[in-house]
């Protein structure tokens, strides 16, 4: 329900449009089907919830912002696994066999060329 980026208004969405779909958002129906219909937290809880998640969010940003910059050199580290655990195949690898069919006479394939 918002734009492309943190800059992003979204003016050029028409009103009706959003608004059409701010109604069938799916996070907000399936908060209220948990609130209202099936009572999993009351208003109160549900809004403590999201004020303690937003708090933690806040603070792992701070901390991430105030963290010194990592060197470029270490870019590409842990983005590739070098050994640290075996990954196993789920299902038995691919059998090949060796052909056994004779290839097609130089006559045969002639008229393709």
Known sequence: MKGHAIHDAAEYVPKPLFEYWR????????ENYLVSVKK???????????????RQ?????DYAVASPMPSPESAAGG??????HEV???????????RTHARPKPESVAHIK
Do not use: S
Request: aromatic residues 8%; hydrophobic residues 30%; proline residues 4%.
């Open 57 to 61: 969010l806040e603070e792992d940003r």
């Open 88 to 98: 196993k195949p789920k299902y038995g690898m691919a059998k090949t066999t060796e």
């Open 79 to 84: 983005v590739y696994c070098d050994g640290c």
């Open 23 to 30: 109604k069938r958002d799916p996070i907000a129906r399936f």
């Open 40 to 54: 999993w937290l009351t208003r109160e809880e549900n809004e403590k919830l999201i004020a303690d998640v937003d």
